[in-house]
């Protein structure tokens, strides 16, 4: 019912930047929040950012101070401006969706992923 499609990713090397978006589509009445997450090979998917409809953002300790999660809520779009990247950053980082459909359902969303690879 809520489809998600992520682009921005790649290689880049440490210290360099990137930036991640993920536009939402389908039966969306409203997404209260959307964000990102991560997992490293051999290591459990973690907390990047999520951001609320009003713009509240809440970051994981590994990237606070480093990277900037915004949204465009017209576009249901949200995006990751990633600075000062480290090779720990390595990993699939992916779109999620907390949203309520217009026939009032509430989904969980995911979006496929999309690899950042972190050089040093």
């Given at each position: ?5 992520e682009?921005?990713g ?7 930047s ?11 009445f ?11 090979p ?5 907390l ?8 509240r ?55 496929t ?8």
């Amino acid at each position: 019912q809520v489809q998600l499609v992520e682009s921005g990713g790649g290689l880049v090397q440490a210290g360099g930047s990137l930036r991640l978006s993920c536009a939402a589509s389908g039966s969306i009445f409203t997404i209260p929040s959307m964000g990102w997450y991560r997992q490293a090979p051999e290591k459990q998917r973690e907390l990047v950012a999520t951001i609320t409809t009003d713009g509240r953002p809440n970051y994981g300790d590994s990237v606070k101070g480093r990277f900037t999660i915004s949204r465009d809520n017209a576009k249901n779009t949200v995006y990751l401006q990633m600075n000062s990247l480290k090779p720990e950053d390595t990993g699939v980082y992916s779109c999620n969706a907390y949203a309520v459909t217009m026939t009032r359902d509430v989904v969980n969303s995911w979006g496929t992923g999309t690899l950042v690879t972190v050089s040093s």
